[in-house]
T-cell receptor
């Protein structure tokens, strides 16, 4: 499975936008880009996913580079509740055929 | 609706004892996954069920680990002769057929003394 590279940690101020980067230079044509986050002492939760086009939902936006070798998760206005570890994951065929491979993710801290 | 539930939430056991961890997936979810998360680490895949068959057991770390699933319902992860390195949070996730999203339970924190 193709790997992803994320910064170990990032800091943000409350109510400011946050851009969480992810590099996936060996992505294949059938790999979807998924983002999950894990709040302290909880299981991971789905945030967003996409294949080629940028995606928006109520939680976040996903910006995918034209060559698909990188992507950025955008939280438009960070809140204290957004403090979590964010995982960028590549899933072949969208993940409908097997497990997700979690790296160490980016630990996001949000300052009031 | 109800999410994925796991029991117990915490389990403390002595080295050498057997433990059973339970996962109740979301009703109607055909796929079920077990992961392990050691302190400060990412998630390690253990096993994947499609219905009650396990097409991918590649993540089970040793023959002390086994899992079964009843139909498209509850799954049990069993660890025999527990070791201290088995201490971790064990997470279960389920997914509806043909979709991409995995829904995770809160995990079982296992501590082996």
């Amino acid at each position: 499975d193709a790997k992803t590279t994320q910064p170990n940690s990032m800091e943000s101020n409350e109510e400011e936008p946050v851009h969480l980067p992810c590099n996936h230079s060996t992505i294949s044509g059938t790999d979807y880009i998924h983002w999950y986050r894990q709040l302290p002492s909880q299981g991971p939760e789905y945030v967003i996913h996409g294949l080629t086009s940028n995606v928006n939902n109520r939680m976040a936006s996903l910006a995918i580079a034209e060559d698909r070798k990188s992507s950025t998760l955008i939280l438009h206005r960070a809140t204290l509740r957004d403090a979590a570890v964010y995982y960028c994951i590549l899933a072949a065929y969208g993940g409908s055929q097997g497990n997700l491979i979690f790296g160490k993710g980016t630990k996001l801290s949000v300052k009031p | 609706g109800a999410g994925v539930s796991q029991s117990p939430s915490n389990k403390v056991t002595e080295k050498g004892k057997d433990v059973e961890l339970r996962c109740d997936p979301i009703s109607g979810h055909t796929a079920l996954y077990w992961y392990r998360q050691r302190l400060g680490q990412g998630l390690e895949f253990l096993i994947y069920f499609q219905g009650n068959s396990a097409p991918d057991k590649s993540g089970l770390p040793s023959d002390r680990f086994s899992a079964e699933r009843t139909g498209e319902s509850v799954s049990t992860l069993t660890i025999q002769r527990t070791q201290q390195e088995d201490s971790a949070v064990y997470l279960c996730a389920s997914r509806y057929r043909g979709t991409d999203t995995q829904y995770f339970g809160p995990g079982t924190r296992l501590t082996v003394l």
